[in-house]
T-cell receptor, first 113, second 110 residues
Framework: DGGITQSPKYLFRKEGQNVTLSCEQNLNHDAMYWYRQDPGQGLRLIYY???????QKGDIAEGYSVSREKKESFPLTVTSAQKNPTAFYLC????????????FGSGTRLTVV | SQQGEEDPQALSIQEGENATMNCSYKTSINNLQWYRQNSGRGLVHLIL?????REKHSGRLRVTLDTSKKSSSLLITASRAADTASYFC??????????FGAGTRLTVKP
């Protein structure tokens, strides 16, 4: 079955640590996205990539980094510079051709301890 | 920055009733999409409407788009308890990146 897999489902981070969230898709989609969702809030765009080896900052990129070395993979690193990282992180993908909806992963819930 | 804003923030109805949610946005769009999210899960794409379309149907869902008013509505007919979820509208930004509103939390009571 095609889809997007995010791992881990739950992640705990100590103060000052970097952590990496995994996102893998087997849909052959060119574009991939990372969103952050806070309780009771909508989604805010962190980073997106429309092609391998290229990515753009979204609205809240500070304290995060990404890479896109393979079409299937778009990992997100939450760095120690992100002062309030506790949130629900969602990865999505879509064909770059306009007119298609996003396919979302099931999310990673990150908590700072 | 969030492009769409849903209204109301929360909606509670009885099973069998219709549910209407509205979305307003600020800038011109190519398309507008509606998504559903069950608690603690990822979003599921429901329907996409292009800027040159005025209405679209999918099963019990009906979406309208009024580009002159920069607004859209999602109607769920004959609601079921399983429709309980948060519903988000999303609009395309500068490129192929979508911006989401804060959502409408729908509760359907059995």
């Amino acid at each position: 079955d095609g889809g997007i897999t995010q791992s881990p489902k739950y992640l705990f981070r100590k103060e000052g640590q970097n952590v990496t969230l995994s996102c893998e898709q087997n849909l052959n989609h060119d574009a991939m996205y990372w969103y952050r969702q806070d309780p009771g809030q909508g989604l805010r765009l962190i980073y997106y990539s429309q092609i391998v080896n290229d990515f753009q900052k979204g609205d809240i990129a500070e304290g995060y980094s990404v890479s896109r070395e393979k079409k299937e993979s778009f990992p997100l690193t939450v760095t120690s510079a992100q002062k309030n990282p506790t949130a629900f992180y969602l990865c999505a993908s879509t064909p770059t051709v306009s007119g298609y909806g996003y396919t979302f992963g099931s999310g990673t819930r990150l908590t700072v301890v | 920055s969030q492009q769409g804003e849903e209204d109301p923030q929360a909606l509670s109805i009885q099973e069998g009733e219709n549910a209407t949610m509205n979305c307003s946005y600020k800038t011109s769009i190519n398309n507008l999409q509606w998504y559903r999210q069950n608690s603690g899960r990822g979003l599921v794409h429901l329907i996409l409407i292009r800027s040159n379309e005025r209405e679209k149907h999918s099963g019990r869902l009906r979406v309208t788009l009024d580009t002159s008013k920069k607004s859209s509505s999602l109607l769920i007919t004959a609601s079921r308890a399983a429709d309980t979820a948060s519903y988000f509208c999303a609009t395309d930004g500068r490129g192929n990146d979508m911006r989401f509103g804060a959502g409408t939390r729908l509760t359907v009571k059995p």
